[in-house]
């Protein structure tokens, strides 16, 4: 039998200093989607979204664009904020016997 994947809907904007898409939202249906799109378009100030793209994706359309194992994270989840974080440069140094 075929796994089933559920189809989800993202809401991404793509602000016009910045040059990457961030998905900001997600919805199980399009027109949820497409509703809180609407709203966001109206969004002044602070979130600066009155001269940003913003679109709707599916999941397929998201893996599509961004590759095969893109997966949502919400923007401050622990699994984002790990991901954003560089790694620390794990290397202790070891003292000699002459120092």
């Known amino acids: 039998m075929a796994k089933q994947v559920r189809e989800h809907f993202y809401v991404a904007v793509k602000r016009n200093y910045e040059d990457v898409w961030r998905v900001v939202s997600e919805f199980t249906t399009r027109q949820e989607a497409e509703d ?4 966001r ?8 979204y009155d001269n940003a793209e913003l679109r709707v994706l599916s999941t397929g359309e998201a893996k599509a664009e961004f590759g095969a ?7 401050g989840s622990k699994a984002a ?10 290397r202790v140094r070891r003292l000699s016997d002459d120092e």
């Open 69 to 75: 194992t893109w997966v949502y994270k919400p923007i």
């Open 36 to 39: 809180h799109m609407a709203e």
């Open 41 to 48: 378009r109206s969004w002044t100030g602070a979130f600066n």
């Open 81 to 90: 904020v790990a991901e954003a974080k560089p790694k620390a440069n794990r």
